[in-house]
């Protein structure tokens, strides 16, 4: 009997942050993470590499995960984008042959600002949403005021900013994160209870700014302890017009030792946070007896500069830490299926595995591939040999041009590509890790990047979804 065949209908809880960067986990290397439950879920499972976010920013990089598609084809292209309430994606699936699908946190496929009606549920039959922006009267914030506890969370949001860390005036078991936590408990006694197969969602808003960690978090990690971003003087002169211009805005602050060790110390708070939040669900899990039976799928939207290069939080940036993200999968322990894969991954992957996983048709159109074989096993050899990362912006109703560009990362280099400017980049990731000199003008540099705009388009190409024909006519 295969490992796959005695894998038969099984649960998938899919635990997602916000603006974690991949090196934050103890399991990814990170000197000064506190993360024991996140580091044994890796042990336990499939721990990659090598996964790359779709998009910087939210809400085209979630879209990816349901859809399996890239921004370019799911059409939210940037936040601010809907994705289409009729896309095909993963969970509705699902919901055809019989799971329960259900979403508990932060979803941010519709818009969020200012939103005061429910979030359209884009095929979970549940919805508890919590999107982190106070901004958002969603669930969460409703319950926070009807603890009176609103109006003080608002006051410390405004007067606080988006940049320095501080400690947030909330006891823990009214923050967000345990809120989340307390329903998905209740959810995993639910369907202990009708035994129905089921795909949930937990939308983690930490790590994402303002980096507000709560106590006991806020106090387990001194600012004198943590690293200071990495930066170099000299790599101003190689940055592009748009790097530069935000630089010359949050330098002081990043390289400020007090204030930017502070806000490191509160990111891997919240970071802490979320992990002990994870170890209370899969104690949750066992409790219930679910676990023998569910996938659990770790990872994050996207990254955050964090000070690197003298820039703060994320897009229009593929600077590594923005783009590159922490991906765990675990499987029940009777299965033995555990590793570490150092091939390129996308967040397009995770629909096509689910389906395969679950023995159900993947998103129409999907343009990943599953991580896994019918018998469990890695796959043998690597979906791709690059990972692609998508951005499209102009201001909001502005009639001035778009700003596209693509970023493709290969064992060797990493090429961005900008639609119609003169300017690009080109990183000799081997040579030049940091990404500190910037080579796409550099005259002996100029046969690579003409091989990587080949590169870039074949990628493209290759990877448009394309479905089978059945006939002549």
């Not at 490992?3 to 934050?24: E, G, H, M």
């Not at 009606?117 to 922006?133: A, I, K, S, T």
């Not at 209370?280 to 996207?302: E, K, Y």
């Not at 041009?401 to 119609?420: D, Q």
């Amino acid at each position: 009997m295969s490992k796959a065949s005695r894998l038969s209908q099984p649960n998938f809880v899919f635990i997602s942050t916000d603006q974690q960067r991949y090196d934050t986990l103890g399991c990814t290397g990170s000197p000064v993470a506190r993360t024991p439950h996140l580091d044994r879920l890796a042990a336990e499972g499939v721990l990659f590499h090598s996964c790359y976010t779709t998009n910087p920013v939210c809400m085209p990089a979630r879209a990816s995960w349901f859809t399996g598609q890239y921004p370019s084809h799911h059409g939210c292209w940037q936040n601010g984008v809907p994705l289409d309430q009729q896309a095909d994606m993963i969970q509705s699936r699902l919901k055809a042959t019989g799971y329960h699908t259900a979403l508990i946190g932060k979803i941010h496929l519709d818009n969020v600002w200012l939103r005061k009606e429910p979030h359209p549920p884009y095929g979970f039959e549940l919805l508890r949403e919590c999107e982190g922006d106070p901004y958002c009267k969603d669930e969460y914030f409703q319950w926070l005021d009807a603890q009176g506890l609103y109006e003080g969370y608002m006051a410390q949001f405004k007067k606080e900013g988006h940049k320095a860390g501080y400690t947030r005036d909330l006891p823990e078991d009214k923050h967000m994160n345990n809120w989340i936590a307390g329903h998905v408990e209740d959810y995993f006694r639910e369907r202990a209870a009708d035994r129905r197969p089921f795909f949930l969602s937990v939308g983690f808003f930490d790590p994402h700014h303002p980096f507000d960690p709560c106590e006991p978090y806020a106090s387990m990690f001194r600012a004198d302890d943590m690293p200071m971003p990495i930066f170099a003087d000299e790599e101003r002169a190689t940055m592009t017009p748009l790097a530069r211009e935000k630089r010359e805005r949050e330098e002081a602050f990043c390289r400020d030792p007090s204030r930017i060790r502070q806000t490191i110390a509160a990111y891997h708070a919240t970071i802490t946070h979320v992990d002990a939040m994870v170890g209370r669900l899969m104690r949750a899990l066992d409790a219930t007896g679910l676990q023998d039976n569910t996938v659990v799928i770790f990872t994050s939207d996207h990254g955050e500069l964090l000070g690197d290069h003298g820039l703060i939080h994320k897009g229009p940036f593929f600077y590594e830490n923005s783009i590159r993200v922490p991906l765990i999968w675990r499987f029940p322990a009777r299965l033995g299926v555990r590793g570490v894969d150092r091939d390129f991954t996308s967040h397009v992957d995770l629909a096509p595995t689910v389906a395969r996983l679950a023995g159900v048709s993947a998103p129409h159109l999907a343009q990943g591939a599953p991580l896994f074989g019918d018998d469990l096993r890695l796959r043998c050899a690597p979906a791709r040999d690059a990972a692609l990362t998508e951005w499209r912006e102009k201001r909001f109703q502005s009639d001035e041009p778009f700003l596209v560009a693509r970023c493709l990362v290969t064992c060797e280099w990493k090429y961005v590509h900008y639609l119609g400017r003169d300017f690009g980049e080109l990183y000799d990731r081997r040579n030049d890790p940091h990404e500190f000199r910037n080579l796409w003008a550099d005259p002996p540099h100029q046969p690579v990047v003409r091989d990587m705009q080949d590169r870039l388009l074949r990628f493209i190409l290759e990877s448009e979804p394309c479905p089978a024909r059945t006939d002549i006519f």
